[in-house]
């Protein structure tokens, strides 16, 4: 069975992408880009819970992360 992970993100010019912490990820994570904050997350998750499997992590974006992020997919065309 995969697990389910849902992590709010937010975007600061300064840091990148920024995980909130929660229950499952304690502390927040930061990447530059999307794709690779998602697989820091499910290595971290991996990591601290000791669980062997797949792991969907899906990332809840505020509106500042959106938009870079949307920004960044236009700017890549």
Do not use: C, N
Request: glycine share 6%; no cysteine; proline share 5%.
């Amino acid at each position: 069975m995969t697990e389910q992970l849902h992590v709010s993100v937010s975007f600061s010019p300064a840091v990148g992408f920024i995980s909130a912490a929660s229950y499952e990820m304690p502390r927040s994570l930061t990447a530059r880009s999307p794709d690779r904050l998602r697989r820091r997350i499910g290595v971290a998750f991996l990591l601290r819970w000791g669980k062997a499997g797949p792991v969907a992590v899906r990332l809840d974006l505020d509106a500042a992360a959106q938009a870079e992020a949307e920004w960044r997919a236009m700017s890549a065309r």
